[in-house]
């Protein structure tokens, strides 16, 4: 499957479909924000996951008066500032904490622009981490070893699975919403690949 394809596969999904796939995808990075959060002793997890839940509960109740806004509010003191942390895990972290906040700015703005930059987000904290363990193995990153590596090849596999899952969910439903979830999370590992 190639990368091209899987985004053009996003972008064929409809509005609702695409934020379905975006707040599946996050399920698979919010867990690198808690590693993160429970290493550094930085931001509150929960507050990302109360957010995480009011946009699935908005996607089902898209008339709901839920407001994103404040949770917006509450999302943002928590992203971690690059500067403040000399760890590689802070890269995740603050890419979990903008893809959220990218699907709320989305299901403002219905916006599906911001749906299909939260995969793209997703696919390059994986890049990002292979680069860091090839260099970890005093080995130079290129596009074509970055690709091929197994952990992006999983991550390619996943979203081509997610999108799969999505095309044919049919009316979105609190049921198979719960589905997407457990789907999104069930190999027990986040997109990097560590244990949740």
Known sequence: MTKANNFQRIRELNYLQQAVLA????????????????ATGFGDESA???ALNVCWEKLLLP???ISLEKQIEKVEPNVPELAQFDMF????????ATALLGLMHGLMAKDE??????????????ARYVEFLLLNDDI?????????HPVMQYE???LSELIDFVENMGRISSDNV???KQHAVADGQTNIGLTI
């Not at 707040?23 to 924000?33: F, G, Q, S, V």
């Not at 890269?91 to 979990?96: E, K």
């Not at 299909?116 to 994986?126: C, E, G, L, N, R």
């Not at 130079?140 to 091929?148: A, I, S």
């Open 178 to 180: 719960k589905e997407l």
């Open 63 to 65: 008339k709901s008066k």
């Open 113 to 126: 622009q911001e749906f299909i930059s939260i995969a793209k987000i997703s696919q390059a904290t994986v």
């Open 140 to 148: 130079e990153p290129d596009n074509t070893l970055v690709r091929d």
């Open 156 to 158: 390619i596999e996943i």
């Open 23 to 38: 707040a599946a995808i996050i399920e698979r990075m919010l867990p690198n924000y808690g590693l993160f959060s429970e």
């Open 89 to 96: 895990g802070t890269y995740p972290a603050i890419d979990a």
């Open 48 to 50: 990302l996951r109360s």
